[in-house]
């Protein structure tokens, strides 16, 4: 099997990220002025099994928005790069994670059939500088450019930091069943994704 790794760029007059994407492993480098989104980076990496290396600046003297939606678009563009014409993947995955008082359901279908349902409350809007909105805003970016499917749902939570962490987590490990190698091409009737 060849190697699943990806580098992308992108430079805007808003953001510059970097990211080395390793579907099969390696050390997790994340670097963003936006320290809880961060955190949330390492929890999806870290249950996704993924390596990475991840640099990123940007306007965040106006607002986070910036930053973790183009870090989204990156990533999902890094994802799909891995992958390459012919991906050899499980295809899907899910995953129920429980963080305290949060339970966060997610179902993903890495088929290159981008859609995103986020049926989320935060019970509260923001921690430190960061608002609990642009968690969907990351989501949305990413699976555009992946070409996922990803149902994301909000079970309970009276904690927002720990639903946001639940999501992350139950993402990454939905992604680790869904882009686990496989000795064929991902399962479709039609035969090709």
């Known amino acids: 099997m060849e190697t699943r790794v990806a580098t992308i760029e992108r430079k805007t007059k808003e953001t510059e990220i970097k990211v080395t994407l390793n579907l099969d492993g390696g050390e997790i480098k994340i670097q963003t002025p936006a320290g809880f989104f961060g955190h949330m980076l390492t929890a999806l ?11 990123s600046t940007g306007d965040t003297h106006v607002d986070q928005h910036h930053i ?31 963080m305290d008082d949060a339970l966060a359901e997610v179902a993903l279908d890495a088929g290159r059939r981008p859609f995103l349902v986020f049926d989320v409350e935060f019970p509260q809007e923001r921690t430190g500088d960061f608002e609990f909105c642009l968690v969907e805003e990351f989501f949305r970016a990413l699976i555009s450019r992946a070409g996922w499917t990803l149902h994301i749902t909000g079970r309970r939570g ?14 990454g490990l939905a992604a680790k069943v ?13 035969g090709v994704l």
Not at 178 to 190: D, F
């Open 178 to 190: 869904a882009l686990a190698k496989s000795t064929t091409s991902a399962i479709s009737t039609k």
């Open 158 to 171: 009276k904690n927002s930091h720990h639903l946001s962490e639940a999501i992350f987590k139950a993402v």
């Open 68 to 98: 973790v939606e183009d870090t989204g678009l990156v990533i999902g563009d890094a994802l799909a790069s891995c992958l390459g014409d012919n991906p050899s993947h499980v295809r899907y995955g899910s995953a129920l994670i429980p």
């Open 45 to 55: 990496t870290t249950y996704a099994g993924w390596g990475i290396t991840l640099e």
